[in-house]
């Protein structure tokens, strides 16, 4: 079972919870409301021209500096 990110939309709350994909969203603890699943955020290699500073070899800006 994956782990899940849920948001409370009324109080803020948040939790991060172990669920199967098919469950009902919980409730929130503090407020009662129904909390939102979010949408992890994916992180693309090599998705731009800026060069974070490590030594790979895949970048042509990285193997130009010296």
């Not at 990110?5 to 803020?12: E, F, N």
């Not at 503090?30 to 409301?33: A, S």
């Not at 949408?39 to 693309?44: G, H, K, M, S, W």
């Given at each position: 079972m994956p782990l899940y990110?849920?948001?409370?939309?009324?109080?803020?709350e948040e939790q991060i919870l172990l669920m199967r994909m098919n469950d009902k969203a919980p409730q929130c603890p503090?407020?009662?409301?129904e909390?939102?699943?979010q949408?992890?955020?994916?992180?693309?290699k090599n998705a731009g021209s800026?060069?974070?500073g490590s030594s790979c070899s895949s970048c042509?800006?990285?193997t130009s500096r010296s």
């Open positions: 990110r849920y948001v409370c939309p009324k109080c803020g503090k407020c009662g409301d909390m939102e699943k949408i992890p955020r994916v992180q693309l800026s060069c974070s042509s800006s990285c």
